[in-house]
């Protein structure tokens, strides 16, 4: 399984952007899809998660009802649209595939693409 993440920007707090994931391979269909991000000096964190029918999602409770997961397959494509964003939102975030939709534990998540940047000003 491929990964490749972008979408990624600099934008002002409230400010509103979208991430993409283009996720390929042979055995895609098998795994979920997972977002997560990093800061510097701090563990990677799970964000949100999908499974690959997208009837089961995962948004970690910082996030709730700002940003929101979803999948287009026809298009290879995991989105995470991210709104009303703030400043503690700036990471670089990445994609994974792996076997469970909200596993916090980064060792299961068996495929990862590059990370994008996001940094929110004040």
């Known amino acids: 399984v491929q990964l490749q993440a972008s979408g990624g920007g600099s934008v002002q707090a409230g400010g509103s952007l979208r991430l993409s994931c283009a996720v390929s391979g042979r055995t895609v269909s098998s795994y979920a899809t997972g977002w997560f991000r990093q800061v510097p000096g701090k563990e990677r964190e799970i964000v949100a998660g999908i499974s690959w029918s997208g009837g089961s999602k995962y948004h970690v409770d910082s996030v709730k009802g700002r940003f929101s997961i979803s999948r287009d397959n026809a298009k290879n494509a995991v989105y995470l649209q991210m709104n009303s964003l703030k400043p503690d939102d700036t990471a670089i975030y990445y994609c994974?595939?792996?076997?469970?939709?909200?596993?916090?534990?980064?060792?299961?998540?068996?495929?990862w693409g590059q990370g994008t940047q996001v940094t929110v000003s004040s």
């Open positions: 994974a595939a792996g076997r469970s939709v909200a596993n916090h534990e980064l060792r299961l998540w068996e495929y």
